[in-house]
């Protein structure tokens, strides 16, 4: 039979599977605004309206990258705070319970019948 994990093993495991995701989101916010940035002036220097208006277009697309970084970041709180909500518990019916109140936090609207 195989050892049950802790809590805290679990949720550390949820995190590190996050973390590829949250890291490609940063560099894709660097790299759109720093590329972006760039032909930006290029643009400006050789007054070019079209490309300076590209590297507008392109330094606005990080974003959208930064927006999924603090979703990643932000469920990524909402797990550590689960993980507390965990350990409290001293029974299996109270973890049921906390795990109630959190997904109906969630998701409103969503009441079992």
């Known amino acids: ?6 809590v805290k ?4 495991q949820a ?3 996050n973390r590829w995701a949250s890291f490609l989101c940063y560099v894709l916010i660097i790299l759109h605004a720093a590329v972006g940035i760039a032909v ?3 643009g400006a220097l050789a007054r070019e309206g079209l490309v300076a ?4 277009v392109a330094s606005t ?4 990258a930064l927006s999924k970084a603090i979703q990643i970041r932000d469920m990524n709180m909402r797990i ?3 993980e507390t909500l965990l350990s409290k518990a001293n029974n299996a019916r109270e973890a049921a319970e906390a795990f109630r109140v959190v997904f109906l936090q969630q998701f409103p609207g969503k009441e079992q019948r």
């Open 61 to 64: 697309l990080f974003w959208p």
């Open 15 to 17: 995190i590190r599977e």
């Open 80 to 82: 550590r705070l689960l």
């Open 1 to 6: 039979m195989a050892r049950s994990r802790t």
């Open 53 to 56: 208006l590209a590297g507008s």
């Open 9 to 12: 093993q679990v949720i550390d």
């Open 40 to 42: 930006l002036i290029g």
